[in-house]
């Protein structure tokens, strides 16, 4: 009967293992760097982090373009306009006043060209020519009573905020900013995805690793329990140590199959996370060796404060709570406006007529606003302002506290982690010998099955946390470079070839 009961659990076994391979194609075996390099050119995520920074790129390229002149063609197709118009007249007999009604209606089309140029005073300066044509019908359009073309050869014109706020000079303080902000997020997003990749790569290797440790333990147990029932047989053993053999190796099938589906779920989250189809086999292969690193907790703070992008948002918000109090204070005051017109133009019933001796025209006009009772609502919007202000600094502070303290911890944690390993590279190895020494003294019946059950399970623990030091050393180094930005192995900083990131 126990044989049989064996029987099923390896035929099911094989099974499991069968179905497991023919849903692949092709067997894929990475390496942590490997996995890293493909995560960063085919990932979703790296094709979601380039798009963001895309936007951030497209935004810049407008601010720049926005400090050149700008040439445009605005145009008016032909309209009408047709109502019934009161005209006054002057009776020359009596000398009364009159009133007529007329029908006359008129078409229009214009067109013209118009150059444009931001000042860096923040007001817009414009050079324009233009011509239009109105034509005068009466009853209907095969009725035209007069045409009329006018030119405006030559026009410039000035457009100037005398005492408000200058946009231009507060632009030029924030969109580089962003656009800084944007190539460091881009990196930090990257540096997430090496994180993600790290935590997928050793959580497949775990599961690799219990595979193969449920692997070992079911043929391990086999054996055991072939050997404890020829023990039962010749009356060294009772009952009771038999069936603890036998319910070991249900034990060790069971946990085998778990270990199969778990090995299959972590395969197909990092297939999916590396952008693989589903026929693709993926296995890791775990480092053979780590780095020495020591980092000093000053030079990883000075590269953090240098390169993090949280420090860049932290001094917008100052930039942005500044212009805020700035323009809450420039809308309480008084405002001018200077607007000024100098050109050229003509009127003629022909075109060439309306470009001969072209006549002089110049507007020069200055809006003024001076508040004179508002009931506080000026001093108020200034003093929330203000308060605003004072609450992004404490906060930006706040933060500077708080990610000083997260970089020193980070620092101390990965420091650590080198010991950690040797510790359980140490464990591991012990564990294993004492598995097999115990495993030997069992074959001589020198130890119960109790003993050799808690060597086999001290092994299997010790070869998880061997697994689980590699995966905190390297997720703490990468942490840390994400912090500053910072290749500690090349000493380098992390740059990204931006100019090919976009082609």
């Avoid at 460091?184 to 690793?209: G, H, P």
């Amino acid at each position: 009967m126990n044989r049989i009961y064996r029987y099923f659990w390896t035929v099911a076994l094989l099974l499991s293992l069968s179905g497991l391979q023919a849903q692949n194609d092709r067997a894929y075996t990475v390496t942590l760097e490997e996995a890293l390099e493909l995560a960063r050119k085919q990932s979703p995520e790296a094709i979601r982090a380039r798009n963001a920074f895309m936007v951030q790129y497209w935004r810049n390229q407008a601010y720049r373009a926005s400090f050149l002149p700008s040439l445009s063609f605005d145009a008016s197709l032909p309209n009408f306009s047709r109502q019934i118009i009161s005209v006054t007249s002057i009776d020359p007999e009596t000398g009364e006043a009159r009133h007529d009604f007329s029908s006359d209606f008129s078409g229009q089309i214009s067109g013209g060209f118009y150059m444009r140029q931001n000042l860096p005073t923040g007001g817009v300066v414009s050079l324009g020519t233009s011509l239009s044509r109105i034509d005068r019908f009466r009853d209907n359009l095969g009725n035209r009573i007069a045409a009329e073309y006018m030119s405006t050869p030559l026009n410039f014109s000035l457009h100037q905020s005398l005492f408000g706020v200058n946009q231009r000079k507060w632009d030029k303080q924030i969109e580089p900013l962003y656009y800084q902000e944007a190539k460091k997020n881009y990196i930090k997003q990257m540096e997430d995805l090496s994180q993600n990749v790290i935590s997928y790569f050793f959580s497949l290797a775990s599961a690799q690793q219990a595979v193969a440790i449920a692997e070992f333990n079911q043929a391990n147990n086999d054996t055991l329990a072939k050997i404890a029932y020829g023990r039962y047989q010749m009356g060294t053993i009772d009952e009771s140590d038999l069936l603890q053999s036998e319910l070991n190796y249900s034990n060790a099938c069971s946990a085998l199959n778990e270990a199969l589906l778990g090995f299959e779920n972590q395969q197909n989250r990092f297939r999916s996370f590396l952008g693989f189809n589903e026929r693709t086999a993926v296995r890791t292969i775990l480092p053979e060796h780590l780095p020495e690193l020591w980092l000093s907790v000053d030079e990883v703070l000075f590269l953090a404060k240098e390169n993090n992008p949280a420090l860049l948002n932290q001094q917008l918000q100052l930039i942005q709570a500044a212009r805020n109090v700035a323009e809450q204070r420039a809308n309480r005051g008084f405002s001018a406006n200077l607007n000024l017109s100098f050109g050229l133009n003509q009127v003629a019933d022909n075109l060439t007529e309306a470009y001969r001796n072209p006549r002089d025209m110049q507007t020069v006009r200055i809006g003024l606003s001076v508040p004179i009772l508002d009931w506080g609502r000026g001093k108020g919007l200034v003093r929330m302002a203000q308060a605003d202000q004072e609450l992004v600094k404490a906060r930006v502070d706040q933060a500077m506290i708080d990610f000083e303290q997260e970089v020193v911890l980070s620092v101390r944690q990965f420091n650590m982690q080198h010991q950690q390993f040797g510790i359980a590279l140490r464990a591991d190895t012990l564990a294993q010998r004492r598995y097999d020494v115990a495993k030997q003294r069992f074959l001589m019946d020198r130890i119960s099955i109790t003993d050799m059950n808690n060597a086999q399970m001290d092994r299997d623990r010790s070869r998880q946390n061997y697994v689980d030091a590699l995966y905190k050393y390297w997720l703490y180094y990468y942490r840390i470079r994400q912090t500053a930005q910072y290749d500690f192995f090349r000493r380098q900083p992390l740059d990204v070839d931006f100019d090919e990131l976009v082609r």
